[in-house]
């Protein structure tokens, strides 16, 4: 039942695999698994996977009985401008890796799946968790993620939800969802993995070209240039953010979109750096967007 929606070539490749499309066998499968008592870990991704995604995977299978991951690129979270079309897919190979880390159930909806004919409810998260960084440059994109993690998790209904800290304002923003709507999930939010060069995994950072991921690494380096003056005694915002910008203009291909000191729980932008900090940025090289954070 589920391979029919892959290529004939892959279906020797997941013989373990459970690949599934459609919420109620979803349901199906996960209602039995709690019914016995079993905790199950979720991990939500848009595909192209990477040692990020895997390491969450990991981190679920750690504590929990059963592990799904889902697979869908969500048109709902992309502006009439963004990268929707150009986001990679690559479901062959993520299918194999999801294999090698033994998951227990892969779930592949289309869009008809998610969003049928007639849809037109939209789960919308105020205040500030959704005001500055990444929210203020995209409309709407917050609304889409969390629609379709509301969705997501009403098919999984999983004991504990994985998210990764690169993405620190999903992850603030989807816990409080989860807090606010009552839906009993645990949020687990992991470390940021990143590249030996200290560059945050990302699925888009298959979208620079050679030029620009040997740039890319400079986004790091500032962050990390910010935290180390604040522990020389550097405790103003202007003032550090200002060494990070400095390290950034060194590069003239990267064009920064925004960058911020906030309270790392509430998101809040503060005038003094000190513990508890979070340091994010966004940020353009090849006309690929990039975020990458650091907490003091």
């Given amino acids: 039942m589920c391979l029919k929606l892959l290529p004939a070539s892959l279906s020797s490749r997941v013989k373990a695999l459970k690949v599934l499309a459609e919420p109620d066998l979803i349901r199906h499968h996960t209602r039995k698994w709690l019914l016995n008592s079993q905790s199950i870990g979720f991990v939500p991704t848009m595909g192209a996977l990477h040692e990020g995604h895997l390491e969450l995977v990991r981190q679920a299978r750690k504590e929990n009985d059963q592990v799904v991951v889902s697979i869908y690129v969500n048109p709902l979270q992309f502006g009439p401008q963004e990268d929707f079309s150009k986001y990679p897919r690559t479901l062959v190979a993520d299918l194999a890796l999801l294999e090698k880390e033994k998951v227990g159930l892969v779930f592949t909806p289309s869009d008809k799946e998610m969003y049928p004919e007639g849809f037109s409810t939209t789960v919308k998260v105020t205040g ?156 353009f090289i090849d006309e690929v967007r990039l975020i990458d954070n650091i907490v003091i």
């Fill in 128 to 283: 500030s968790l959704v005001k500055g960084l990444c929210a203020a440059y995209r409309p709407g994109h917050f609304d889409g993620v969390s629609t379709v993690v509301a969705k997501l998790l009403g098919a999984v209904y999983p004991t504990r939800l994985y998210l990764g800290q690169k993405d620190s304002q999903q992850a603030a923003m989807l816990r409080q969802m989860i807090l606010d709507l009552d839906l009993g999930v645990e949020t687990v939010i992991c470390p940021i993995v990143r590249e030996y060069d200290g560059l945050a995994m990302s699925s888009r950072n298959k979208r620079l070209t050679l030029e620009g991921r040997k740039i890319a690494p400079i986004l790091y380096k500032a962050l990390k240039v910010g935290k180390s003056v604040y522990e020389l005694g550097e405790v103003e915002t202007a003032n550090v953010l200002s060494e990070i910008k400095k390290v950034i203009q060194e590069e003239k291909k990267v064009k920064l979109q925004y960058l911020e000191a906030v309270d790392s729980k509430t998101l809040a932008p503060v005038e003094r750096i000190e513990k508890g900090t979070m340091l994010a940025l966004a940020a």
